[in-house]
């Protein structure tokens, strides 16, 4: 009988999608973390694409880009914050991914004249990648499969897990998600469609170990002895996952159920040298939902009908409002609602523009950035909100008529934001913008340096376009400070506005490396200077 020294958790959902699976994979890794254990996390997921970078953010939500360059699904995000371990390209696999690696290897001959087929061959390929990450160091690997069960395009991944437990017996560990929807009208809720799911999932052969049960009630003894003897499964591993007010609060509702605990005694498993994790967790939740001020921060962006597309930094305004002791109030504000006017802004202590791509809704950034600028508001400018900030200077202070990027204006004449010269023979969409980790070195004495407090930092990219520096020198002499360069090729990283609280753009994305633990200094120096410049205001 085959052994592994990492233990394998696979986490399935059934029911309906969007049931927190993600939640409950980072979760677990939190409350395995607290007790001495080393977590990894992977996500599997079943379309076809290679990857999310082209992928529609209101299809999909936002793209999450690892250090390494990878685009992959957000979920690693959440992977990344709650276990404050960096994910790579390795953590998520996708079907298109698998096929692509099975299609090339049938070109090459490297099956030696096998009709190729699902079963070995692509369960094989998801199996090995399983394995490349099992076989490290870790005392756990937590795989969320994607999609729901009953899904066709799941059914290979399913069917490679179902494999997995065959091969290692001992090793792995099977965790179902399900829905226990409350019926109002009768006042009760209903096991039947978990029953349902559970069925599904045994008849491709894959037996629950534990079932978390979403539902926004907690269930009661009665139920939870009602889902055990229908799903074969022991009623103290029927785990209640009521709805919470922040996800933050998931990881110390299933410590509270004994989650941890349950998990090393079906791998006969001993805690050896258990950390504070769970301890400043708490701490850091909370100071989250006990604040001592208030802020209202506007956030102009293209996708906002979906905050998911925007899931990092929401998620490092939670980071740094915790760290400061804040309440942050956010209105998502879709750009094109502010071509016509920008009363809407009034209200609002700050201003942030995040990332995008394509010429909707342009117009109303540039009019939310110069109304920040005329009216002292902070502003913090991420990516195209930072090439934004160089648009509104270019038209209004350096008097540049109709200043543009080339990305929405191929024929404007003052192109202060043009494509990157490494870019300009890339004809292929997935997977080669200018991404993962680049250095910035940071110029002392700036708003930047005085949030990190380092001179050389490394952040996330990804973009097409960037600063034109022919036009540096004209900015410069207008008091603009490019604070933030890039030693390998002389980019513009961070650029800045002195004389304000916070005029601030940054190329890379520093939402993608904030942590509930550990909150971005550049977002912890923007809500901080907002917090000060109102209570200045109000004096």
């Given at each position: 009988?085959?052994?592994?020294?990492?233990?394998?958790?696979?986490?399935?959902?059934?029911?309906?999608?969007?049931?927190?699976?993600?939640?409950?994979?980072?979760?677990?890794?939190?409350?395995?973390?607290?007790?001495?254990?080393?977590?990894?996390?992977?996500?599997?997921?079943?379309?076809?694409?290679?990857?999310?970078?082209?992928?529609?953010?209101?299809?999909?939500?936002?793209?999450?880009?690892?250090?390494?360059?990878?685009?992959?699904?957000?979920?690693?995000?959440?992977?990344?914050?709650?276990?404050?371990?960096?994910?790579?390209?390795?953590?998520?696999?996708?079907?298109?991914?698998?096929?692509?690696?099975?299609?090339?290897?049938?070109?090459?001959?490297?099956?030696?004249?096998?009709?190729?087929?699902?079963?070995?061959?692509?369960?094989?390929?998801?199996?090995?990648?399983?394995?490349?990450?099992?076989?490290?160091?870790?005392?756990?690997?937590?795989?969320?499969?994607?999609?729901?069960?009953?899904?066709?395009?799941?059914?290979?991944?399913?069917?490679?897990?179902?494999?997995?437990?065959?091969?290692?017996?001992?090793?792995?560990?099977?965790?179902?998600?399900?829905?226990?929807?409350y019926i109002k009208t009768a006042g009760e809720l209903k096991t039947k469609p978990t029953q349902h799911s559970v069925n599904e999932l045994r008849r491709i052969g894959i037996q629950p170990d534990f079932l978390g049960c979403r539902s926004e009630k907690k269930l009661n003894k009665h139920l939870r002895a009602k889902i055990s003897l229908f799903c074969n499964v022991i009623e103290e591993n029927v785990i209640s996952l009521v709805d919470m007010k922040s996800i933050y609060?998931?990881?110390?509702?299933?410590?509270?159920?004994?989650?941890?605990?349950?998990?090393?005694?079906?791998?006969?498993?001993?805690?050896?040298?258990?950390?504070?994790?769970?301890?400043?967790?708490?701490?850091?939740?909370?100071?989250?939902?006990?604040?001592?001020?208030?802020?209202?921060?506007?956030?102009?962006?293209?996708?906002?009908?979906?905050?998911?597309?925007?899931?990092?930094?929401?998620?490092?305004?939670?980071?740094?409002?915790?760290?400061?002791?804040?309440?942050?109030?956010?209105?998502?504000?879709?750009?094109?609602?502010?071509?016509?006017?920008?009363?809407?802004?009034?209200?609002?202590?700050?201003?942030?523009?995040?990332?995008?791509?394509?010429?909707?809704?342009?117009?109303?950034?540039?009019?939310?950035?110069?109304?920040?600028?005329?009216?002292?508001?902070?502003?913090?400018?991420?990516?195209?909100?930072?090439?934004?900030?160089?648009?509104?200077?270019?038209?209004?202070?350096?008097?540049?008529?109709?200043?543009?990027?080339?990305?929405?204006?191929?024929?404007?004449?003052?192109?202060?934001?043009?494509?990157?010269?490494?870019?300009?023979?890339?004809?292929?969409?997935?997977?080669?913008?200018?991404?993962?980790?680049?250095?910035?070195?940071?110029?002392?004495?700036?708003?930047?340096?005085?949030?990190?407090?380092?001179?050389?930092i490394l952040e996330r990219h990804r973009h097409r376009f960037e600063f034109n520096n022919k036009y540096k020198e004209l900015y410069e002499k207008n008091d603009v400070i490019f604070s933030g360069i890039c030693p390998e090729n002389d980019l513009v990283e961070v650029m800045e506005l002195p004389n304000r609280p916070f005029y601030l753009g940054c190329q890379f994305h520093p939402e993608l490396q904030s942590r509930p633990l550990e909150a971005h200094p550049l977002f912890?120096?923007?809500?901080?200077?907002?917090?000060?410049?109102?209570?200045?205001?109000?004096?």
């Amino acid at each position: 009988m085959k052994r592994s020294k990492t233990k394998i958790i696979f986490v399935t959902g059934g029911v309906i999608s969007s049931l927190g699976k993600g939640i409950t994979a980072a979760s677990l890794g939190v409350i395995l973390k607290a007790h001495g254990f080393s977590v990894n996390n992977m996500k599997f997921d079943p379309y076809i694409n290679v990857d999310s970078g082209t992928m529609n953010p209101f299809q999909h939500g936002e793209v999450y880009v690892t250090k390494d360059g990878a685009e992959t699904d957000l979920d690693l995000g959440h992977y990344e914050r709650f276990t404050g371990r960096d994910m790579t390209e390795s953590n998520n696999v996708t079907t298109g991914k698998v096929y692509s690696n099975v299609i090339e290897k049938e070109r090459k001959g490297e099956y030696l004249g096998d009709c190729v087929q699902v079963v070995p061959h692509i369960t094989n390929d998801i199996k090995e990648r399983i394995y490349k990450l099992v076989h490290g160091k870790d005392d756990f690997l937590i795989c969320e499969i994607g999609g729901t069960v009953g899904d066709i395009e799941s059914l290979p991944f399913l069917e490679a897990i179902r494999q997995v437990r065959l091969e290692y017996p001992m090793d792995v560990l099977n965790i179902h998600l399900t829905l226990v929807p409350y019926i109002k009208t009768a006042g009760e809720l209903k096991t039947k469609p978990t029953q349902h799911s559970v069925n599904e999932l045994r008849r491709i052969g894959i037996q629950p170990d534990f079932l978390g049960c979403r539902s926004e009630k907690k269930l009661n003894k009665h139920l939870r002895a009602k889902i055990s003897l229908f799903c074969n499964v022991i009623e103290e591993n029927v785990i209640s996952l009521v709805d919470m007010k922040s996800i933050y609060e998931v990881p110390i509702n299933i410590e509270k159920q004994g989650m941890a605990q349950k998990i090393m005694e079906y791998f006969n498993l001993y805690e050896t040298k258990k950390s504070d994790y769970l301890e400043r967790w708490g701490a850091f939740y909370n100071k989250l939902i006990h604040p001592k001020g208030k802020i209202k921060l506007a956030i102009v962006g293209k996708y906002v009908d979906l905050t998911d597309s925007y899931m990092s930094i929401k998620e490092a305004i939670v980071h740094a409002s915790s760290y400061l002791e804040l309440e942050t109030e956010v209105k998502w504000i879709e750009s094109e609602e502010l071509e016509e006017s920008t009363d809407i802004l009034k209200g609002y202590d700050g201003v942030l523009i995040p990332g995008g791509f394509g010429e909707r809704g342009i117009e109303g950034m540039v009019k939310a950035a110069q109304f920040a600028r005329e009216n002292n508001l902070p502003y913090f400018g991420i990516c195209l909100g930072m090439q934004i900030m160089a648009i509104e200077i270019a038209r209004n202070i350096l008097n540049l008529e109709n200043a543009n990027s080339t990305e929405f204006d191929k024929s404007t004449k003052y192109n202060v934001i043009d494509i990157q010269e490494t870019q300009k023979g890339v004809k292929a969409k997935g997977g080669t913008q200018r991404l993962g980790h680049y250095p910035c070195k940071l110029k002392k004495n700036s708003v930047a340096h005085g949030a990190y407090e380092e001179t050389i930092i490394l952040e996330r990219h990804r973009h097409r376009f960037e600063f034109n520096n022919k036009y540096k020198e004209l900015y410069e002499k207008n008091d603009v400070i490019f604070s933030g360069i890039c030693p390998e090729n002389d980019l513009v990283e961070v650029m800045e506005l002195p004389n304000r609280p916070f005029y601030l753009g940054c190329q890379f994305h520093p939402e993608l490396q904030s942590r509930p633990l550990e909150a971005h200094p550049l977002f912890i120096q923007f809500l901080k200077i907002i917090k000060e410049v109102m209570d200045e205001s109000q004096k």
